[in-house]
């Protein structure tokens, strides 16, 4: 069964810190790793990453794969009050692209 | 606006009704999704479909029922079978192939059983 962990489930922090969100994952027939941002209700779209090292950034967000230990992390330099948000981690694996197995999903509160 | 709509954004039922959740999609995507979303268990995935008239059970399938007439639509049924329904239910769709990687989400129904 594919599984996706992620840590902390919860964080607080005060606008300016820098955080680093971790996702582990046991999948059979890795495709991708995805990122996403939920504010309220609908998830929105951060990053998909496929190939191990190569960091994908938007912004004061970036994101990394290690294939070999099975892991993402996700940053967050200098941080805001509007980055807080629940920030969910997914594996899509085998044939079927949409497919995904998401982790728990990591509480971002973020103080002024 | 391209975009998923889902309806109603809140709904309530009493134990051993049957509720069907209505997700409606205009971005031409052939592959569509329903998860369910608990406190602290991320998302589930309950079924999904990538063609018109053809859909395969997710992981947690059980008490839930599914159609895909049009492509634009993909209607989710809360049977009276399924044990815990009270949850917050996400809609989402993508291009069969997902190259970007982009699930597109709905705003969700949450449904309480009372």
């Known amino acids: 069964e594919d599984k996706v962990v992620q840590s902390p489930l919860s964080l607080v922090v005060h606008e300016g810190d820098t955080v680093t969100l971790n996702c582990s994952y046991e999948v059979t027939n890795f495709r991708s790793l995805l990122w996403y941002k939920q504010e309220k209700k609908a998830p929105t779209f951060l990053f998909m990453l496929t190939s191990s090292g190569i960091e994908k950034k938007s912004g004061r967000l970036s994101s990394i794969l290690d294939k070999k230990e099975l892991f993402s992390i996700l940053n967050i330099t200098a941080t805001q009050t509007g980055d807080s948000a629940v920030y969910l981690c997914a594996v899509g694996s085998g044939t079927s692209y949409g497919k995904l197995t998401f982790g728990q999903g990591t509480i971002l509160t973020v103080h002024p | 606006d391209g975009g998923i709509t889902q309806s109603p954004k809140y709904l309530f039922r009493k134990e051993g009704q049957n509720v069907t959740l209505s997700c409606e999609q205009n971005?031409?995507?052939?592959?569509m999704y329903w998860y369910r979303q608990d406190p602290g268990q991320g998302l589930r995935l309950i079924y999904y479909?990538?063609?018109?008239?053809?859909?395969q059970k997710g992981d947690i399938a059980e008490g839930y029922s599914v159609s895909r007439e049009k492509k634009e639509s993909f209607p989710l049924t809360v049977t009276s079978a399924q044990k815990n329904p009270t949850a917050f239910y996400l809609c989402?769709?993508?291009?069969?192939?997902?190259?970007?990687?982009?699930?597109?989400f709905g705003e969700g129904s949450r449904l309480t059983v009372l």
């Open positions: 989402a769709s993508s291009t069969r192939q997902m190259n970007t990687g982009e699930l597109f």
């Open positions: 479909s990538q063609i018109v008239n053809d859909f």
């Open positions: 971005l031409n995507h052939d592959a």
